[in-house]
């Protein structure tokens, strides 16, 4: 599919626009914008990622220099994409398991603070933005119609 | 082999972008409709923000206007935090404009004489041009307030939900009691807002209440710091 990357663009600029839109209008989003790199680990190689982990790094900074968070939200989907190779799940339960610790270390690196990480609102934060994530890898598959190592259901 | 290249570009680009020049990001984000510029609604807002503010009457109420600041200055806000638990403003002052971390941060209130609204938060971090200012909203946002004119002690813990904690079960507050802070590393007495809602703490020996703001965080444009 030759219109793949644009269209992971899109979708990248789409979810970051929610996150924020989401953030200015309730004080709270789900991590889109993370689960949506994650979900994007099954479908390109990695220097489809990196372009798209760095397209969203830049529409996300919000400062003169790159931020510990930053830098986390940007090394986690591309340590998902190398984990992704040996894990021993399929590809829902790694997409799910890597959001979900994905958020958690992003925070971790952002410095909030570790007593945040047991109140419901951040476990709702976690689970909700795994959900979105898997959902997006159904649209996804949807859409491109195979994944990068072939085994949506495998395994 | 070509569209490798072409990606490979791209990715220099990018990088470029993200390191060289982030505030080329800042206005696309305005694009998008995030920390849209200010337009006729939202300058009505402001003014609004003002006009609540001094409706809350926490001036009035307070009578202890803090000392005059040493310096002050006022930045615009350029972006704000893009994730949650933190919340953060980016503004348009920093090292050249003798900010300096700590800074106190208003809401520019061009009806009162001292042109100090409602304390917002405190300058975290300082660059050359820009500033970043942890808000009330932050959850790290931690600080010694007292409430009403009684003037009853507590801590308020940020959060995207503010609260007022280790309020005694005895002590008597109300809705629209007014919060002002209590700080050693502030000036005494800054309005921040006024008790919304009160409840029993968890173990039923405190009370909390949550904070009504007469501002919204995301709709701010400009700021005071002052020092």
């Known amino acids: 599919m030759k219109l793949k990357l644009p269209v992971m663009g899109a979708l990248m600029v789409l979810s970051i626009e929610v996150q924020l839109l989401c953030l200015s209008s309730f004080g709270w989003s789900l991590d889109l914008a993370l689960a949506t790199l994650i979900a994007f680990t099954a479908f390109v190689n990695l220097h489809e990622l990196t372009a798209l982990t760095l397209l969203s790094m830049w529409l996300l900074n919000w400062q003169p220099a790159v931020g510990p968070e930053l830098l986390a939200f940007g090394l986690i989907p591309l340590i998902a994409f190398v984990a992704r190779k040996s894990s021993p799940w399929n590809i829902w339960a790694s997409t799910g398991a890597f959001i979900l610790c994905g958020v958690p270390i992003m925070y971790l690196a952002a410095g909030v603070p570790l007593r945040i990480m047991r109140e419901p609102q951040f476990i709702l934060n976690a689970v909700g933005s795994a959900a979105a994530g898997l959902i997006l890898l159904w649209l996804l598959y949807e859409i491109v119609g195979y994944t990068e190592e072939r085994r949506l259901f495998a395994r | 082999m070509a569209e490798r290249g072409l990606l490979g570009i791209l990715i220099i680009i990018l990088a470029v972008l993200l390191f060289a020049q982030p505030d080329l990001a800042w206005p696309v984000r305005s694009i998008f409709g995030w ?17 609540r503010a001094e409706s809350a009457v926490l001036h009035d109420r307070l009578g202890r206007i803090p000392s005059e600041f040493q310096s002050e200055k006022t930045a615009s806000v350029f972006v704000s935090y893009p994730f949650n638990f933190k919340n953060q403003l980016l503004v348009s002052a920093g090292r050249n404009e003798d900010v300096r ?22 300058v975290e971090s300082v660059q050359e041009k820009t500033s970043v200012v942890q808000t009330v909203f932050d959850s790290r946002f931690q600080l010694g307030v007292r409430i009403g004119e009684e003037g009853i002690e507590s801590l308020m813990t940020g959060g995207s ?21 209590a700080a050693a590393q502030l000036p005494y007495g800054l309005a921040i807002g006024e008790v919304k809602e009160i409840a029993l703490a968890t173990g039923g020996l405190l009370q909390e209440a949550t904070v009504r703001f007469p501002y919204d965080i995301t709709q701010v444009h400009t700021v005071l710091l002052a020092r």
């Open chain 2, 161 to 181: 939900r503010p609260k007022l904690t280790l309020i005694p079960k005895t002590a008597e507050i109300r809705p629209g009691d007014v919060v002002i802070a």
């Open chain 2, 101 to 122: 971390e700590g800074d106190t941060v208003f809401l520019p209130d061009p009806s009162s004489s001292t042109k100090r609204g409602i304390f917002i938060g405190r």
């Open chain 2, 35 to 51: 920390n849209a510029e200010t337009t006729d609604v939202s300058r009505l807002r402001e003014e609004n923000i003002a006009l």
